[in-house]
């Protein structure tokens, strides 16, 4: 009996997870929607339904359901609809991005990413407090989290990262945040951040070449290596495959660069290198 009645436990637990998930969706849609009209319900929501499931001594799966509400609330109503709401938002997102569980750091990472895309001046005054809770995420061990899901809260940490460079990088130590950043690229586990992030790191050496290779090229074999892994898989789109080809045709036509390359190339797994290859044909 024991056994059936962890099944039935279990079977619960994923109808909670997924009537969850559906509710977090239908009301971010409503939010993207009806933007002003949400207003009222924004702060009965903040007020009656927030303060509730982000308490201490609520279950993960609870939790995340808050830290979704939260993060479309900052994705679809913008710090112009809420900004009285905004620095407490902020500070759910600050709370669970170190958490050990998994789910919730994906659902703070995720919003820490919207937060640099959203928050415009008043991203200055958490900057410092975001990259300090990205990196300590960084370092969390997947303990008994599923492997799949500890991934997917590894990439939205290091794709927010990557929005807080390109947005922000006059608001923290950007030379620093890049070599964490790079040292964590590629992502191969989610296609869409991956994509994303993978077209930005094309579209910052294309802007700034010298911020993104650093001094003495420093970062070329990390960039070159990037491209080599994320090319012919679909963590590279078309238009990044093209902005690939177009910047290691510019650089292969400085003979330092080139160079560079060439050596970089030669300690990669051969099926890298062909990639290299046949896009340079």
Not at 21 to 37: D, N, P
Not at 63 to 83: A, K, N, R, S, T
Not at 118 to 124: E, G, L, P, Q
Request: hydrophobic residues 45%; negative net charge.
């Amino acid at each position: 009996y024991m056994g059936d009645e962890v099944m039935l436990l279990e079977e619960d637990n994923n109808h909670e997870e997924l009537l969850h998930v559906a509710t977090a969706e239908l009301i971010g849609s409503l939010f993207k929607t009806h933007k002003e009209m949400t207003l009222p319900f924004v702060h009965l929501l903040y007020n009656e339904v927030l303060a509730k499931v982000l308490q201490p001594g609520q279950s993960d799966r609870v939790h995340q359901f808050g830290l979704f509400l939260v993060d479309d609330m900052i994705e679809f109503l913008g710090i112009e609809l809420i900004p009285d709401l905004w620095p407490h938002l902020s500070e759910a997102l600050l709370r669970y991005g170190t958490h050990s569980s998994s789910l919730l750091r994906q659902a703070s990472a995720y919003g820490i990413g919207i937060l640099a895309l959203r928050s415009k001046d008043a991203f200055a005054s958490i900057a410092n407090d975001c990259i300090r809770v990205l990196y300590e995420a960084l370092q969390k061990p997947q303990g008994t989290d599923k492997v799949k899901t500890f991934q997917h809260a590894k990439a939205n940490t290091v794709a927010a990262l990557g929005k807080i460079i390109s947005n922000h990088p006059d608001k923290v130590n950007v030379k620093e945040v890049l070599g964490i950043w790079l040292a964590n690229l590629p992502l191969q586990r989610d296609k869409a951040e991956g994509q994303v992030q993978h077209e930005l790191l094309c579209d910052m050496i294309v802007s700034d070449s010298d911020f993104v290779l650093g001094p003495n090229m420093e970062n070329l074999g990390r960039v070159v290596t990037i491209f080599a892994q994320v090319l012919e898989t679909k963590f590279c789109n078309s238009a990044t495959r093209d902005k690939i080809k177009m910047i290691l045709d510019r650089m292969a036509s400085q003979p330092a660069y080139k160079e560079a390359i060439v050596q970089v190339a030669s300690g990669l797994k051969s099926e890298e290198q062909g990639r290299l290859s046949r896009l340079m044909a």
